[in-house]
């Protein structure tokens, strides 16, 4: 097995931020579309265990942006909305969503 080379090593460094930096901003569209249809906020939160106040604390972890696009990923009505409104192709959060679930 050959040694990782500093070059290797920043490119996945590079990789993962720029997974985590896709996965943010989807994470933030995922919640600003839930903000603005408050029956679905109250599905997400009840899915995911969440009250008012832990959600406001967990904005912006990694743990809520996971379960945001893993949220949207599992219902293809909202995600489909919200890539219409957002201008994203549904393949696009798919594929970041792939990223963040290798073994599906």
């Not at 009250?51 to 990694?62: E, F, K, Q, T």
């Not at 219902?75 to 549904?90: D, G, K, Y």
Request: proline share 5%.
């Amino acid at each position: 097995m050959k040694p990782v080379t500093k070059t290797e090593m920043g490119s996945a460094l590079h990789l993962r931020e720029t997974l985590e930096k896709n996965a943010q901003s989807l994470a933030d569209l995922c919640l600003g579309h839930l903000a603005e249809n408050p029956e679905e906020l109250a599905r997400f939160m009840d899915h995911a265990g969440y009250d008012p106040a832990a959600l406001r604390g967990a904005v912006g972890s990694h743990q809520l942006a996971a379960g945001l696009i893993d949220y949207f990923a599992s219902n293809e009505t909202i995600l489909l909305a919200l890539c219409a409104n957002a201008a994203i192709r549904p393949d696009e959060f798919m594929r970041v969503w792939h990223r963040l679930n290798p073994t599906g």
